[in-house]
């Protein structure tokens, strides 16, 4: 079995910054790629950002130039930098990992984190 688990949400005034992290733990063999994605309130869950093993970045139209997704591999851990956070911003974040478990890949999620940001 694999957690995820998430730390770095909180409360913040627009224009401040806010650092997730979400690590992983438990057996597997490798982490394909990690993610965050964001959903707030009656909205479907989006992707904000995501990073593969071979260090290739997807991100959301809506955070590039101000979300900035980085990974240590050695401590199985993924974080989000978020800058210049707008009220819009406010959501719970999800940390999603594609783990690689005997042969096969799987996907897990964290228990979620919130975000809120004030005008």
């Known amino acids: 079995q694999v957690q995820l688990a998430e730390s770095g949400g909180g409360e913040v005034q627009a224009g401040g910054s806010l650092r997730l992290s979400c690590a992983a733990s438990?057996?597997?063999?490798?982490?394909?790629?990690m993610g965050w994605y964001r959903q707030g309130p009656e909205e479907r869950r989006d992707l904000v950002a995501s990073?593969?093993?071979?260090?290739?970045?997807n991100y959301a139209d809506f955070v590039k130039g101000r979300f900035t997704i980085s990974r240590d591999n050695a401590k199985n851990t993924v974080y989000l930098q978020m800058n210049n956070l707008k009220p819009e911003d406010t959501a719970v974040y999800y940390c999603?990992?594609?783990?690689?478990?005997?042969?096969?890949?799987?996907?897990?999620w964290g228990q979620g984190t919130q975000v809120t940001v004030s005008s």
């Open positions: 999603e990992a594609r783990i690689s478990q005997m042969f096969q890949n799987y996907n897990y």
């Open positions: 438990g057996t597997f063999t490798s982490i394909v790629s």
């Open positions: 990073l593969t093993i071979d260090g290739d970045t």
